[in-house]
């Protein structure tokens, strides 16, 4: 069992930059990997990231990609999502969720969310 809980969050101006960390506790966060996603009213949840146990390895969506940078580190156990160049369109909650798969069973946690509102 892994606890995860974001922050970060807040209100920003278009064009600004918010940094949000996804802060585990009960396992070490490199048995698994981690994502980004966000959810806005009336949307479904929408993957924006991930990076895999090593760290070598990440993933974007094209809405995103260029201005956001996931990382993690191992010893604070933590695992960040960098946001730069904000738009409007970024307003929304978002959670980490943190997967491992051993065989044929899947381990999955998320966080509570943490709400980003992006001004005109």
């Known amino acids: 069992q892994v606890q995860l809980v974001e922050s970060g969050g807040g209100l920003v101006q278009a064009g600004g930059s918010l940094r949000l960390s996804c802060a585990a506790s009960g396992r070490t966060l490199d048995r698994y990997t981690v994502g980004w996603f966000r959810q806005a009213p009336g949307k479904e949840r929408e993957f924006l990231a991930h990076?895999?146990?090593?760290?070598?390895?990440?993933d974007y969506v094209d809405s995103v990609k260029g201005r956001f940078t996931i990382s993690r580190d191992y010893a604070k156990n933590t695992v960040y999502l960098q946001m730069n160049n904000l738009k409007p369109e970024d307003t929304a909650v978002y959670s980490c969720?943190?997967?491992?798969?051993?065989?044929?069973?899947?381990?999955?946690?998320w966080g509570q969310g943490t709400q980003v509102t992006v001004s005109l």
């Open positions: 990076i895999d146990r090593s760290g070598g390895t990440t």
């Open positions: 969720n943190a997967r491992r798969t051993v065989g044929r069973s899947e381990w999955n946690y």
